[in-house]
């Protein structure tokens, strides 16, 4: 049996942003990661994240404050470039944009309205729809990048980052104590690590470790099957994009959900369908695409994506973990700290919920109400 202060259990973007956090406060870290670097198997892998501002609602704003000179001291301390301020667009039958035109100008965060016929001149690869909301301070994030760059700098602050190690279970032993059984997934030895606080941060695999142990709401894992098209013009100017549709108009009944998407350097237009995809067990995923949302898919590049090549694409997969109301998860129970129901939208703010989530551990502070256990769901 060995002990630590702190496990962070689960190495994707929010525990390696936990792990970095807590051990730059001179915290004994130990992260603990299933798979190998740049696996494929979660939600936190792949070159291309929107880096979306577009919120109304005042926590996420607050931590879209503090998010973007997060990720810039980021950069800077590792070298690498990992967010690129090419803009984002929204546009479709959103009636919150308003709302969020307010917020984002309130706090000092570019946001302004487009006619069609501009967005379409500045854009050519986009057919626009209804309305067009442009904040140019939003971009894409390279999240392979961003991983690695976090599990380096939690290294270099003194963190124990081991690959290739399991948690199997968590014994809670009291207010200040838990044990988590570890397997090295090479060898199949099992080892007990004693903790003062342990933090979840497992994505996909969340209920699966604290089923029992912490009161959860659903998470319900999807399949996410998005694609990368080719474009037609490699010199063209993209931003992101959020395309919202219309209920009730005939127009739109193809659809699954709205659309994300952003241009991916060497890879195309990557287009998705957001938290519609087949729920799934984590640990059997058939990593194929269901046929009937990908031809959807490719239908929906025909019609609104006039600078991509709807029929040459790659797809891809990742999962996302939705909570009921699509907020995120973020509260402790004795000594276990849990991070969870990113629903698809959490990456943009992965260096604040570390902050959040150590926080939590070391007990500096609460996180927002908004993402409490206890909140109404």
Not at 237 to 259: E, I, K, L
Request: net charge negative.
């Amino acid at each position: 049996m060995t002990d630590a202060e702190i496990v962070v259990v689960g190495g994707g973007a929010m525990g390696s942003a936990t792990a970095r956090e807590l051990a730059a406060r001179g915290h004994d870290v130990v992260l603990l990661e299933r798979f190998d670097p740049g696996h494929t198997n979660g939600a936190s892998h792949g070159a291309s994240r929107n880096f979306n501002v577009a919120y109304a609602e005042p926590t996420y704003v607050g931590m879209l404050v503090e998010a973007l000179p997060a990720w810039r001291r980021l950069e800077q301390e590792t070298g690498e470039s990992l967010l690129d301020l090419v803009g984002i667009v929204n546009h479709g039958a959103r009636p919150d944009v308003p709302e969020v035109v307010e917020a984002l100008t309130s706090v000092g965060i570019a946001a302004e309205l487009l006619p069609v016929r501009e967005a379409g001149r500045r854009w050519p690869g986009i057919r626009f729809d209804r309305q067009v909301l442009f904040t140019p301070g939003a971009g894409r994030l390279n999240a392979d990048l961003a991983v690695a760059a976090l599990q380096r700098s939690a290294a270099e602050n003194g963190a124990s980052v081991r690959h290739g190690a399991r948690a199997l279970g968590i014994d809670v032993r009291s207010d200040r104590e838990a044990r988590i059984r570890v397997e090295d997934v090479a060898s199949g030895s099992t080892e007990t690590i004693t903790a003062r606080r342990v933090v979840v941060t497992l994505g996909a695999w969340t209920q699966k470790l604290l089923g029992g142990i912490v009161p959860l709401p659903r998470l319900v894992v999807t399949q996410e099957q998005p694609a990368h098209f080719r474009v037609l013009d490699p010199v063209a100017d993209w931003p992101g994009f959020n395309h919202a549709p219309a209920q009730g108009d005939p127009g739109y009944d193809y659809w699954y959900s709205g659309v994300y998407g952003m241009f991916a350097p060497g890879q195309g237009v990557k287009a998705g369908w957001h938290g519609v995809g087949p729920v799934a067990d984590p640990d059997a995923r058939t990593f194929q695409p269901e046929e009937r949302q990908l031809e959807a898919l490719r239908r929906y590049a025909r019609e609104w994506l006039p600078g991509v090549d709807a029929d040459e694409l790659a797809a891809i997969s990742c999962t996302y973990t939705t909570s009921p109301d699509s907020h995120f998860v973020l509260d402790r129970v004795g000594p276990v700290v849990v991070g969870a129901g990113f629903s698809g939208h959490g990456f943009k703010f992965t260096p604040v919920v570390g902050r959040l989530l150590a926080d939590l551990a070391d007990g500096t502070g609460p996180a927002p109400t908004l993402f409490g256990l206890n909140r109404r769901r």
